[in-house]
């Protein structure tokens, strides 16, 4: 069946350096991803999205790339600061279906190092 | 300002006994969620409704159950058929193509 992962389930960065998450996905017919950031005890709340008709899209200190071909996601942090850290989830969804349920993968720990 | 509200923030609950966690959105979405997250993983989909007086199993829905009586509320109850309910509950909302999620900021749930 389809499944999101990601290939960290940790990440250690110093202070001011950039930060890489990554996701796989399985299913070619996911057409819109999105990034969430979920901070201890609190709701995931939503970063960036990304169309699969885009390869690329950059937000305020974030980029998303996609790359369809190998069916990767990845989320690009620059300049990493203490408030970065979080736990970040990528999800998968399917635009062209009336409904199709988000699919969201296990999630990366980010921890920020002074 | 629109959101959803989850009440309570924690919850605390005996041994055979059934819970009712609130969900509250305000963002006239048709779309509402419940996951469940325990330590260390993902989410995990427990129930959806794409609108009023309609709702779906999701993967984990065995010991919950739920009601949509209006747009704006997804109770969840926990019964006491659910043998391990000790975890964070996250409500959702979202268009009926499950754009613009939004989540609750949680219920955590422990068993005393």
């Known amino acids: 069946g389809e499944s999101v992962g990601l290939h960290l389930p940790t990440l250690s960065v110093q202070e001011g350096d950039n930060s890489i998450i990554n996701c796989a996905y399985s299913n070619s017919a996911s057409d819109y991803f999105i990034w969430y950031k979920q901070e201890s005890g609190k709701g995931p709340q939503f970063i960036i999205d990304?169309?699969?008709?885009?390869d690329k899209r950059q937000g305020q200190r974030v980029t998303v790339l996609l790359n369809k071909t190998v069916k990767h996601l990845s989320l690009q942090i620059a300049a990493t600061q203490p408030g970065d850290s979080a736990v970040y989830f990528c999800a998968e969804n399917r635009m062209k279906t009336s409904y199709d349920k988000v699919i969201f993968g296990p999630g990366t720990s980010l921890s920020v190092i002074p | 300002d629109g959101g959803i509200t989850q009440s309570p923030k924690y919850l605390f609950r005996k041994e055979g006994q059934n819970v009712t966690l609130s969900c509250e959105q305000n963002?006239?979405?048709?779309?509402m969620y419940w996951y469940r997250q325990d330590p260390g993983q993902g989410l995990r989909l427990i129930y959806y409704?794409?609108?009023?007086?309609?709702?779906q199993k999701g993967d984990i829905a065995e010991g919950y159950s739920v009601s949509r009586e209006k747009k704006e509320s997804f109770p969840l109850t926990v019964t006491s058929a659910q043998k391990n309910p000790t975890a964070f509950y996250l409500c959702a909302s979202s268009d009926p193509r499950g754009l613009g999620y939004t989540f609750g900021s949680g219920t955590r749930l422990t068993v005393v």
């Open positions: 963002l006239n979405h048709d779309a």
């Open positions: 990304i169309r699969s008709n885009m």
């Open positions: 409704s794409q609108i009023v007086n309609d709702f």
